[in-house]
């Protein structure tokens, strides 16, 4: 152990040191002499004892830590699930997380210890220490742990980790110049970073953290850039809210870190200034010398001196140690004692690299915490995030003006009149109703203008209050809220909205059982989902309207709908706003469409009704020339048709060749199509070279009746030799299809039943064919005009804006990176993109500054991917159509065992948000993991691994407000990659924004069949019921799922070389490698950081599917088709998986077992041997979600090629996202790693160009309403 440090009594008193260790020697001998014959002094008089003697007591009374049935002995070859085995440890330590941990004593029963003790040679002679907790492996690229949530049928244990009980902890490490650097033990086997301790060890070890942890914030910001002042440091101090102490640290952290001990122990010195002088702040210079030690060496140098006298005369340190000289002499290292081991030193440097990624390494550097920016916000998004995000911001331009309290005070008693005069309007008895006959629409009519109930007179369009009762449609059985008649029931903060509904009066009605009030209902904002999250003041319009008896109004209020360039009412107005419908279903909030309503008289004058009577009418089918309409859409005799299929798999396509067509309204229309089969299902009898294209139909003569509810929409079908080329008849349409060939059947058993189709075979509804032809011309004319600007500023490699490009008229012109091999690989490929290798917090200063003219040349940033080039003119602030964003999302991730409460990245959405608020983009695209939905704003820690409280989906709640507080209408889905080409399944949340002036697009409907249990719900708690925007029913969508197969089949195939050739086990790798293929074998060079073919590639076949046409429809200059150099033994170990669908490790020989397969008292073991690692991909099944961490160990393991022995390449694993094979990634190491994360952090290409699509088809409405106008 290394030798205690001195104190400042050892420099300046030896000889008066070394008689009080002496005399606490002896004390400590008597003391382990009489635990051994057991302390019989009363706990108080033990206690006082301790005050006498100076002891602090660390505890209020000894516990102990009760070995857990799960923990597993640390040993050499212990080996954590998902570490990686085949990473450049450097010295072969691995570095791990450590929760739910403890220290303790084994030699006294297991005693728990404070880390101080670690630190102490006097304290710890003849004693050890011991460790627990959950373990994980610790990722430099936090995002490697895993971004994928959808196994959620995984073992909750097994998801939390591994117990361990650690070996001996030999040291305990702190760098106090990094604010975010973690605390960490290390043992003889592994580094251990300590996260959250096990809560019956909470409050001994909060004792030592909070006295080092503010230290560390001490000593980092004096190391800072700047001179703090103390007012700022305090106020920044105190703004968050640690988890660990449970509480925001304050004064009395930094009175304790730099206290005077007990004075009763000083009075032998010779005078009060020797006192001040000695024992002020004794851990305070305890953790400057070990900082000097670490970064300075232990010897007395000048730049040691120069060092310690930088941290000495910062102000902030100068006014916590009350101006008094921490180093009575100067500091050199002749003051006593080594005080600190060169071994510890270069040890902890190490580790360091380790934790942080070399500085050689870009990519991990710009990862490591001290190079994590404050998030940078405009004025309004701090104003809205006021008191919800543990972080404080920095706002980048002038607050804008806020309500003064008073402002605030008189709308709080205002709302709290509103509430006391309407609950007693509402219960009020034997309530007066009446009407003039002057309020009568007209003579005679039993429609009215006004109504007279109570004292008030109402009148059509009044916004009224009416008590919350029972809502049918959500749950009828919830009761509704009492109203209390006591006023002092009544809380401080109620709001209207909590005992009453809003709605607007449409007309009233004069009818044989009385009067009655016809009213279209708002829903108040807090009603939303917005929650709590809300503008008191804001209310919503609904497309929901009742008849309700007027003895239910209880008063009226103020409400006006804003104008479009409206936000919000100015500070000094008190009434209620509206601007948004909102609808409960979707949780959408919508424009306010100009009414077909307005103008017209009671009871027309209801829009609510109108559109219910148009759903109504929908549902049923009406007679026209040939055809019938339902749903708003004409069908016709010989329409090519999709319709609904009652089994698993893909909808019918087919020709309708008749309707029964009704003489009146109808529910019952059945039709007869005859059926179109796809190509994509001859696959067993197609020719090796035929390709499966998803828009090749045949003809076939099967028919079948099918009723008119199952049509699900009308599609186009032409003769091959009738369309001037395919990628011009399919290329911007889903539903355009080809035939070439008819079959009997729909499934033929030879290919050479096949006829050649005639152009006769297919008529046409001429109509529906002019139509179509009408607004292709349409189409032409508007996609000729100028593409929409993309802008992403959070791009990673580009992918989801080259998705949206590749949906047309559109074009991706700025981009935000932080990596530089990112944002060299999008450059590469985007070059008219321009790109910044830079913090978007950073950016977004820059471009403000520069757009106000508060810039210099000297403070534009530079690139990050060389720290020389300065960054290129910011975008304008007018220049971009659309914001596209896949923001940071691992702290969100399912898959991210230890989530943290105040996790800075999950404060990224306030920077995306500022973007939003300074560009205002006409359209926003959003994309997170599904774990994004239950991000709680204001949560604390629940236990190591979770957090819990605070406003649930606070995180979603934000961006809804944010947006809907800059005039966007909002809506959100889950969306599945796989429903849109994308050969993997890949759940991701989605929302999408548009200005209220634009056409919010629709989210895609699926066009690709998958079998997937996930519903793609998403479940408010406002809500009982789920929200699914998109049909997402099988048997709906016109494609088969894109396989494995179907999207690598044509690659090049290659096996990995034996390690051991001339072993047997090599002998018999050849042999099976002979056996199943005749693909090259190429050996894995340790020597070099992969293995496989690089450049211009020969393919294995021609495309054979709509998949691989994509991917190939420009050459490429590198086909990247190589995986990482593994080490010997795991190459050996995936040489000998079966080349077998589903294969995994439980399928080795047993003497090539890793030690977590073969040990019972493994993770692995002891969970049952869960199935997976090494595993062997299906090729005629799906690819696991593809995360930045594919290894054969990781959380997605299914990482094993399904034709070759040797793990998926780079090139298929951008395949599984849509890549095409002309995208070349970039990595300035030449790091498969770095590639993998490139790839598995992107959005899906097919998803991309689908959510583009709709972008499109929203732009062309509007364009088509606008041409209609003109």
């Known amino acids: 152990m290394p030798p205690r440090r001195p104190s400042a009594f050892d420099v300046s008193f030896p000889e008066e040191a070394e008689q009080e260790r002496r005399a606490q020697a002896q004390a400590q001998a008597q003391k382990r002499k009489a635990g051994a014959q057991g302390d019989t002094r009363p706990a108080k008089k033990q206690n006082q004892d301790d005050k006498r003697t100076g002891r602090r007591s660390t505890a209020a009374a000894s516990a102990y830590y009760t070995p857990h049935p799960g923990d597993i002995l640390e040993q050499q070859h212990t080996h954590i699930f998902g570490e990686d085995p085949d990473a450049d440890d450097g010295d072969g330590i691995p570095v791990r997380v450590l929760t739910d941990f403890v220290l303790f004593d084994p030699t006294r029963t297991n005693e728990l210890v404070s880390p101080a003790l670690l630190e102490s040679v006097d304290e710890v002679e003849g004693r050890q220490f011991e460790g627990a907790g959950v373990v994980a492996p610790y990722y430099v690229n936090e995002e490697d742990e895993g971004l994928e949530d959808d196994d959620e049928d995984d073992d909750e244990d097994e998801e939390r980790g591994m117990r361990l009980r650690l070996s001996a902890v030999l040291a305990v490490y702190i760098d106090y110049s990094k604010l975010d650097d973690p605390f960490y033990i290390t043992t003889l086997h592994a580094w251990y970073i300590l996260r959250m301790p096990s809560p019956h060890y909470r409050k001994l070890y909060a004792e030592y953290y909070r006295v080092h942890k503010t230290l560390q914030w001490l000593i980092s ?89 930088r941290v000495l005369s910062h102000p902030l340190i100068s006014r916590v140690l009350g101006g008094t000289n921490l180093y009575p002499q100067a500091p050199s290292s002749s003051q006593g004692p080594s005080r600190s081991q060169p071994q510890k030193r270069s040890t902890l440097t190490r580790l360091q690299e380790r934790l942080q990624g070399s500085t050689a390494n870009r990519d991990l550097a710009v990862l490591r915490p001290e190079q994590q920016n404050p998030t940078h916000v405009t004025p309004l998004i701090s104003v809205l995030a006021a008191g919800l995000f543990r972080e404080q911001l920095i706002v980048v331009g002038p ?75 959500e749950d009828p059985d919830k009761p509704a809220p009492d109203l209390p008649s006591d006023p002092d029931e009544i809380p401080q903060n109620a709001l209207v909205a909590d005992y009453f509904w809003f709605a607007q009066i449409m007309y009233f009605q004069d009818t044989d059982r009385g009067y009655a009030v016809h009213v279209r209902w708002f829903e108040h904002s807090s009603k939303t989902v917005l929650g709590d999250i809300s503008d008191p003041q804001e209310l919503f319009l609904t497309n929901i309207c009742d008849g309700i008896r007027p003895q239910t109004l209880s008063g009226k209020v103020e409400a006006v709908e804003l104008e479009q360039d409206q936000t919000a009412l100015s500070n000094d107005e008190d009434h209620y706003y509206y601007k948004f419908i909102y609808s409960k279903q979707g949780a959408s909030f919508t424009t306010i469409p100009s009414s077909p309503t307005d103008g017209l008289r009671p009871p027309d004058n209801c829009y609510s009704c109108l559109l219910s009577s148009q759903t109504k009418a929908n549902e049923q089918g009406y007679p026209i020339p040939n055809g019938v309409v339902y749903r708003g859409v004409n069908y016709h005799i010989d329409d090519f048709v999709f319709v609904k299929s009652p089994c698993d798999g893909p909808c019918h396509i087919g020709q309708i060749t008749s309707i029964a067509i009704p003489k ?19 696959a067993s009898i197609l020719p090796s070279n035929e390709e499966r294209d998803e828009r090749h139909l045949f003809l076939t003569d099967e028919k079948k009746t099918v009723q008119m509810q199952d049509l699900l929409q009308i599609c186009h079908v032409a003769h091959y030799d009738n369309i001037p080329s395919r990628d011009y008849w399919c290329g911007t349409n889903t539903d355009h299809f080809y035939v070439k060939y008819h079959f009997p059947t729909l499934s033929p058993s030879s290919w050479n039943q096949r ?36 802008f992403d500023p959070f791009a990673g490699v580009g992918a989801f804006g080259l998705g949206m490009e590749m949906a047309g008229g559109m074009k991706t012109t700025h981009a935000i990176e932080i990596s530089p091999s990112a944002a060299i690989t999008l450059k590469t490929n985007m070059p008219d993109t321009v790109v910044y290798n830079q913090c978007a917090n950073t950016v977004l200063q820059y471009t403000i500054k520069s757009q106000n003219g508060h810039l210099s040349r000297a403070e534009t940033p530079t690139q990050l991917y060389d720290d020389v080039t300065k960054l290129g003119p910011p ?103 796989a429903h849109y080409g994308t050969p993997q399944t890949r759940v991701r949340f989605f929302l999408m924004a548009a200005k209220r002036s634009y056409i919010l697009p629709e989210m895609p409907a699926p066009t690709h069949d998958f079998p997937d249990a996930n519903k793609l719900a998403i479940k408010f708690s406002i809500s009982k019921h789920p929200i699914r925007p998109i ?51 190429l050996e894995c060079d340790q020597s070099k950081p992969w293995v496989g073919i690089e450049g211009v590639p020969q393919y294995r076949t021609p495309p054979l599917t709509s998949f691989q046409h994509f991917c190939r429809q420009k050459p490429t200059p590198n086909i990247q088709h190589f995986t990482r150099t593994l080490k010997p033994l795991t190459v050996e170990r995936v040489l000998n998986i079966p080349l077998v669908a589903g294969a995994d490790y439980r399928d080795l020989r047993k003497e090539l077992w890793e030690w977590q397969f073969s040990d019972p008292n493994s993770a692995i073991a002891r969970g049952g041997f869960r199935p997976g690692l090494y595993g062997r991909i299906d090729k005629d099944g799906y690819f696991q979600t593809t995360v930045t961490n594919m290894e054969p160990t990781a959380k997605q393991s299914k990482v094993l090629n399904p034709y070759c022995h040797r793990t998926v390449t780079v090139r298929e694993l951008a395949r599984s996202q849509g890549f095409p094979d002309h995208f070349v990634f970039h990595s300035e190491n030449n790091s498969v790693l770095t590639m993998h994360r490139q790839i598995g952090n992107a959005v899906p290409l097919p998803l991309g160009i689908a959510l583009g699509r709709e972008i499109r088809k929203a732009q062309f409405q509007m364009w088509q309403n606008a041409t209609l106008a003109d």
Request: proline share 5%; with cysteine.
């Open 221 to 309: 910001t004096a190391l800072a850039a700047g001179q703090t002042r103390y007012d700022d440091f305090m106020e920044e101090f105190g703004a968050v809210h640690d988890e660990i102490i449970g509480r925001r640290f304050d004064v009395r952290d930094i009175n304790d870190a730099v206290r005077i001990p007990d004075p009763v122990r000083c009075f032998s010195l010779r005078s009060l200034t020797n006192i001040l002088c000695i024992y002020q702040a004794p851990q305070l210079r305890f953790a400057i010398d070990t900082l000097a030690d670490n970064l300075k060496g232990p010897d007395d140098t000048p730049e040691r001196r120069t060092f310690v006298s």
């Open 399 to 473: 607050k804008p003006a806020q309500p003064s309290r008073a402002v605030l005070r008189r709308r709080r008693e205002r709302e709290r009149q509103t509430i006391i005069r309407s609950i007693a309007v509402a219960l009020r008895e034997n309530v007066r109703v009446s009407a003039i006959r002057q309020w009568q629409l007209e003579r005679g009519s039993e429609y009215l203008t006004k109504l007279k109930v109570g004292d008030i007179v109402y009148e059509i369009g009044d916004v009224v209050i009416v008590p919350i009762g029972s809502d049918d449609a």
């Open 664 to 682: 009146r309204a109808s529910t019952d229309v059945p039709l007869t199509i005859c059926l179109l089969g796809l190509f994509t299902s001859l």
């Open 755 to 790: 006829k050649a189709a005639q152009s006769l075979q297919l008529p046409v509804c001429e109509t529906c064919f002019n139509d179509m032809q009408i607004k292709q011309a349409q189409w032409e004319m508007f996609a000729g005009g100028p593409p929409m600007h993309i």
């Open 875 to 977: 975008p304008s602030l007018d220049a971009v159509d659309i914001m596209i964003a896949g923001f940071p999302c691992q702290p969100h991730s399912g898959l991210n065992m230890f989530q943290k409460a105040n996790d800075r990245k999950s404060n990224l959405i306030l920077n995306l948000l500022s973007w939003v608020d300074i560009m205002r983009p006409n359209y926003c695209v959003f994309e997170n993991v599904k774990g994004f939905l239950s991000f709680n704003l204001n949560s604390v820690q629940k236990d190591q691994y979770q957090t819990e409280g605070g406003i649930t989906m606070g995180g979603l709640k934000f961006v809804y407000r944010a947006l809907l507080a800059m005039n966007y209408q909002v809506h959100c889905a889950l969306l599945q990659g």
């Open 1031 to 1081: 049909l997402t029913e099988r048997g709906t969508a016109p494609f088969q799922a894109v396989t494995v197969d179907s999207a690598i089949s044509d690659l090049p195939r290659f096996h990995w070389k034996h390690p051991k050739p001339f072993s047997q086990s090599g002998l018999n790798h050849v042999r099976e490698v002979r056996r199943v293929s005749q693909a090259i074998t």
